[in-house]
């Protein structure tokens, strides 16, 4: 089914179909001030250039979002389970801008939401602009058996409360997280992966609560309260290679870590 040229406005469900494996293209349309805009949970959604506003959620379905304006909803995007494509679009001033289920989020600029990504599982952030939210990204609760999310590429600046919140196993690399409240805060999960980022000037740059991390390669530096806040309660020594403190000065160094053991 193809959907050009419409607009949807104050209705309970503006699309709605339930049947597997349909699929239904969206393209040069509104949705306004719709309870639900799209909701097609079990049905194939390629939307590409439309506009969401003040809905309660703009769009619960997989398949792929491009070139697309969602602002103003309580949700903007659900991925509601199935792999899905987030693609060029401008996702500003939601409550949560996008809640994904497994799949690539890429070159999108999400600013201004309480909640910029709420990510599922197996998800790639690649290339996005997450700035002026409250929480840029946060990633699931461990899931059995365990996942894995990839954040790459990304600009992650002046986000009130956290640039990313790491909750299951992940990756973040070559990411600028600057102007942050804290800029990274790896809560839960094993073996995370943190590397080639520029972690500078957040008041916090990377707050741990988990021991089992690789750390590398990454420059943290310039950030006003602590560079690395360590909260864990261990017995054990956290090992920091090849990282770039700004100084070669052990001193200097050791005065911008907080070491919670």
């Not at 809905?55 to 103003?72: E, L, R």
């Not at 987030?86 to 996702?91: D, L, R, S, W």
């Not at 799949?103 to 602009?129: Q, R």
């Not at 972690?199 to 943290?220: A, Q």
Request: net charge negative.
């Amino acid at each position: 089914s193809l959907f050009q040229y419409c607009n949807f406005k104050y209705a309970d469900f503006a699309i709605q179909n339930s049947h597997i494996n349909d699929t239904l293209i969206l393209k040069n349309s509104s949705f306004i001030s719709n309870t639900n805009g799209i909701r097609c949970p079990n049905a194939i959604v390629n939307i590409d250039s439309c506009n969401f506003n003040n809905n309660s959620v703009a769009s619960n379905a997989g398949g792929n979002i491009s070139h697309s304006v969602i602002c103003n909803n309580q949700t903007g995007i659900s991925g509601c389970g199935q792999y899905s494509v987030i693609k060029n679009c401008v996702i500003n001033s939601n409550e949560v801008g996008i809640t994904a289920a497994p799949g690539k989020i890429i070159d999108n600029t999400i600013k201004y939401n309480v909640t910029a990504i709420n990510l599922s599982y197996n998800t790639t952030v690649d290339n996005c602009v997450i700035t002026s939210n409250q929480t840029g990204l946060i990633t699931p609760y461990n899931t059995c058996p365990p996942k894995w999310d990839t954040i790459k590429n990304c600009t992650i600046d002046s986000n009130s409360v956290e640039g990313i919140e790491i909750n299951i196993s992940g990756s973040v690399y070559n990411c600028q997280i600057k102007n942050n409240n804290v800029g990274l805060f790896i809560f839960n999960g094993t073996n995370n992966v943190i590397s080639n980022c520029d972690i500078e000037d957040n008041l916090v740059g990377i707050k741990l609560y988990n021991t089992e991390n690789s750390i590398s390669c990454n420059k943290i530096c310039n950030n006003s309260v602590y560079n690395l806040k360590d909260s864990v309660l261990s017995c054990c020594n956290y090992y920091l290679p090849n990282n770039y403190w700004c100084t070669s000065d052990s001193t200097i160094i050791r005065g911008t870590i907080y070491d919670g053991s």
